[in-house]
């Protein structure tokens, strides 16, 4: 089981959520961009960044079970 977590406008995103407001997905061994395509994610004009058990990660790197994936938008200020 996959634990993912949207922050920001990409929370709306996620399909569903457990208490804990991850969204549970059993998708183990397959591609970051599978499970975002899930979503609006990958079409979004808002451009974000994946995280992996706390390491930056693309979308094209595998998952596997009990990994816990973040996805949230970039920030920009000055």
């Known amino acids: 089981m996959i634990k993912v977590k949207m922050f920001g406008v990409f929370d ?8 804990a407001g991850e969204w549970e997905i059993d998708q183990t061994g397959c591609a970051i961009r599978d499970i975002l395509g899930q979503t609006p994610v990958l079409t979004s004009p808002i451009k974000y960044t994946v995280m992996v058990n706390g390491e930056r990660r693309t979308p094209d790197d595998i998952v596997k079970d009990g990994d816990t994936l973040i996805v949230m938008p970039l920030l920009s200020g000055g």
């Open 12 to 19: 709306p995103y996620m399909p569903s959520k457990n208490g």
